[in-house]
């Protein structure tokens, strides 16, 4: 018999047990086992809700309930979601997760936990929403190396970015626009700064590379300085502008991640996701480049995948599945700036300087640094404004080759995506 | 310890080896368990091959063999590879296989056998190579009904059919640069003429409904038919031409399925899909569409998802995964020709009849029926052809009303996918 308590009730909450309830025969049918919902945690009341004998408020009543073997935690926030589930864990109950936060500041920790206790802390839903890449890059890769992952990681910058792309609205409008419908917050700072994408890449890097990625390591720049001048010099170069996180082996034995608007071919399978839709691209070193594609958030498609972690627990109740990583000492993470990329430059040249003489400066500081330059034009561009591509060299290279030039400002960069 | 017995040493069975050998430590590590090939079944003689002692070619070596615990079936062909994976199934042997001859066409029996024995049947290279597709739709997707699969699920005519695209090349002329590329075979029959696709089509619909639906009862178009004329008509209506696998459940409870050239608008995401690549689009009820995309072919690809499947085997020896569908009785396909659905259709009209005549006759039939027509053209359209599409009727329909005009003849029609 397996019984479970939702912890949370709010939009994947809900929409979990509205899943359950209605795949629930089908459910006891692929796990073989008598499986109901015995409580639904939250401090809210919910009057109307079908489900009135279950709500509960007391977190203890979930913990000293030996009936109780998968803990469903999705409440969101490191606190008190934290304290909870490492309780779970060490009482014997096998958690499922759909908190990003949690699994990227506490994933090692909680995984260990799990593991000395012989149960399951799974997490499907934190990354990709309703899209499968935790499991898949686990077990159906895990036959490869994986060399690199980038991914559109948030719907809410993909959608702005979006409309900034196709119907040229500038920045603060797409995310209004975003707001009225929903897919934003009202602080929508964690979005469109990127925090959100962040700590989805540090469970993916730390997935794939076996060591706890902390997001405080990882540089993370988001969208708001994206404009739509920016926009079009990238389709100028074939390119759209994607908010990409980033994450790949360097060759001494460090971690490279990163998370930050790119230039992203038209080439690229991820340069046609749009909208609120997420992409992930995983290069294995055996199967090459691997694509998921769906929608990465939402009531019901975070939900489907609490669900299927669901089954997957109640199939192999005590049986420890071997997803887990290590924790790290803080060291793991590579200094973004010495990674060898191209990069987008949008920068200013003032007066006694033209845009010729500009081009020669710059094109003679490249050549000295042996690296590419090709000019981006837009319409409009005005005099005193131009923009390039130039690569492959650091950041910290490309920096000192920009201050080392009197007379032109760089006043955006971006990384193209190199895969 | 778990020993393993790879039966076929040609593309993916030597790939299988090489993966395995590479990632061996990695194995050990992810599974807990102390692993190894311990024989390589071919018929042939391989002198030159590194693991001399390891190849035999007596299979009841194999089935004798206690230590043998994991079988990799990777010949291809439906026997003897048939009896082999039986008999090591029923004597408590766990099989890995990528061939999916051999699941399409006795995938439930084997699944059967597997349970009864309290052993495990994986086949995750069978469908999409490389591409994680089998258990994430099995697992990650388990709290989603199904509403809908199609994917471009060979890799040999989506080349062609991007050559025909991209550089206008002849259906003959890409089809030989293919073969000269390693592509396609000598006899490209099972490839161009969809049945490797019809395969695979099966085994997801098999999997995603519970039903083992068979390869005859699925109706099989290929792309030898398609010309560059279809490929300027689908164009014109912003589409590309895909060789398609589809399969829902209708609402009688049976399956629809199908093999097809079909036209794809370019705002799927299926229309980017190019070159040798596959996609496989999954529509579930709750977590929407999700893709699948990467190489859905070659050694290592395949190779890699081989030994995925022998790692999860080799974690849960002697645990039965609940991946299983049931036999049919033959009569679970529902006749293709009762879909209602857009079409792309190309005809001729016969003088005395004019093409605004022609036009007019099909749009009163259409009108009569009740279905919307779109006009298409192409460059260089010659007097006497017409092209439309019409929609939303079942094949059936349409034939009734194409056969009811005198003087215009159909001469071809494909689908437009509808998702």
Not at 27 to 46: A, M, N, Q
Not at 111 to 137: D, Q, T, Y
Not at 154 to 166: D, E, S, V
Request: charged content about 25%.
């Amino acid at each position: 018999m397996v019984r479970i308590a939702v912890m949370g009730y709010g939009v994947v909450g809900s929409g979990t047990v509205e899943v359950f309830y209605k795949n629930k025969k089908n459910i006891e049918k692929k796990t073989g086992k008598d499986i109901d919902i015995k409580y639904i945690l939250d401090i809210r009341d919910f009057p109307d809700s079908p489900y009135g004998d279950k709500h509960i408020k007391d977190f203890d009543m979930i913990l000293n309930d030996p009936e109780i073997n998968i803990v469903v935690e999705v409440m969101g926030g490191l606190n008190p979601a934290y304290r909870f589930v490492k309780s779970c864990l060490e009482n014997g109950k096998s958690v499922v997760s759909s908190n990003k936060e949690l699994v990227a500041e506490k994933g090692a920790e909680l995984l260990r936990i799990a593991k000395e206790h012989n149960v399951n802390f799974f997490f499907e839903a934190s990354v990709g929403g309703g899209i499968p890449i935790i499991r898949p890059m686990h077990q159906c890769l895990a036959a490869n190396e994986i060399n690199e992952i980038a991914g559109i990681l948030n719907g809410t910058t993909n959608f702005i970015l979006t409309k900034m792309i196709r119907d040229r609205m500038d920045f603060s409008n797409a995310l209004a626009l975003a707001q009225q419908l929903g897919y934003a917050e009202k602080d929508p700072t964690a979005d469109i700064e990127g925090h959100d994408a962040c700590r989805k890449i540090c469970i993916l890097a730390s997935l794939a590379y076996g060591k706890h990625v902390y997001p405080k390591d990882v540089h993370c720049e988001g969208i708001s300085r994206v404009t739509l001048e920016d926009v079009a010099y990238a389709e100028s170069a074939n390119c759209v502008i994607k908010l990409i996180g980033s994450a790949r082996r360097t060759e001494n034995g460090k971690i490279s991640a990163i998370v930050s608007p790119m230039l992203v071919s038209y080439e690229s399978q991820l340069a046609s996701v749009d909208d609120v839709f997420n992409a992930i691209l995983v290069k294995g070193d055996a199967t090459g480049e691997v694509v998921f594609y769906g929608k990465g958030a939402g009531k019901l498609p975070t939900a489907s995948a609490v669900v299927a972690d669901v089954i997957d627990v109640a199939r192999y109740t005590k049986t420890n599945m071997t997803l887990t990583w290590v924790d790290s000492d803080g060291d793991v993470v590579d200094d973004y700036r010495t990674r060898v990329r191209s990069f987008y430059v949008r920068a200013t040249y003032d007066a006694p300087l033209s845009r010729e003489t500009a081009y020669n400066k710059i094109a003679a500081a490249a050549a000295d640094a042996g690296v590419h330059v090709d000019w981006l034009s837009r319409q409009n561009q005005p005099e005193g404004e131009i923009a390039f591509t130039i690569g492959r060299l650091s950041e910290n290279l490309l920096m000192q080759l920009m201050n080392g030039m009197p007379g032109i400002t760089l006043t955006f960069r971006m990384p193209v995506m190199d895969l």
